[in-house]
């Protein structure tokens, strides 16, 4: 079972903080690996993805991938209100394109 | 910014009717889907289609769904006979390859099954 995991809690952070997010997956066979915001009651709206191990930057977001270790993580700068939301972590495996996703963490930024 | 968009918004069904829901996705991508996403619980992967065919589907994806590109801009998703656990988010997405590239999704077709 190919799974993708993102244990942790909702997590409070203060405006203007760095929030980090974290997820693991299972399979090793896993070729791309995507971020997605969702509002409640919306649907999920890509912000990152990254396929090659390392740093990847786009405006305030840094997308982390490290496959040796088998994890991806997400770090929003200057975190605002409108951040506010629950980010989800999916991953797409070599030889499909299905997208599996983990349950996604709540962030809750505080003013 | 071109948008995958779904229509109906929100759709409610007695169980056992079948219903369709509809999605326009972005013009120049050539891999669709189907997820769905129980209130409270993961978004799931049902369905993928490309030139005019399912190129994968879940173990969800039993013999009450089906999929269709009608004409050069609709895909649709039928449920043939709903059932209770049906009720959940329907979203569609499309990306212009395949699994190296990102998807992107509709606005979702919220689905109450009665």
């Known amino acids: 079972q190919k799974e993708v995991e993102q244990n942790s809690g909702p997590l409070s952070v203060p405006e203007g903080a760095i929030a980090s997010l974290n997820c693991t997956y299972s399979d090793r066979g896993s070729q791309s690996f995507f971020w997605y915001r969702q509002y409640s009651g919306k649907s999920p709206e890509l912000i990152m993805f990254?396929?090659?191990?390392g740093d990847k930057e786009d405006g305030r977001f840094t997308a982390q991938l490290n496959k040796a270790s088998q994890y991806v993580s997400l770090l929003i700068r200057d975190s605002q209100p409108s951040d506010s939301a629950t980010y989800l972590c999916a991953v797409t495996y070599y030889g499909n394109n299905r997208l599996a996703f983990g349950k996604g963490n709540q962030v809750v930024v505080i003013p | 910014e071109p948008e995958v968009t779904q229509t109906p918004s929100h759709q409610v069904t007695q169980m056992g009717q079948e219903v369709i829901l509809r999605c326009v996705p972005i013009s120049n991508h050539l891999y669709f889907y189907w997820y769905r996403q129980i209130l409270g619980q993961k978004v799931e992967f049902l369905v993928s289609f490309y030139n005019n065919e399912i190129s994968e589907k879940s173990e969800i994806f039993d013999d009450q769904f089906s999929v269709e590109r009608p004409d050069g801009s609709n895909f649709t998703l039928k449920i043939r006979s709903t059932k209770l656990e049906d009720s959940a988010m329907y979203f569609c997405?499309?990306?212009?390859?395949?699994?190296?590239?990102?998807?992107?999704f509709g606005p979702g077709t919220r689905l109450t099954v009665t």
């Open positions: 990254i396929y090659s191990n």
């Open positions: 997405a499309s990306s212009p390859s395949g699994s190296s590239y990102e998807q992107y």
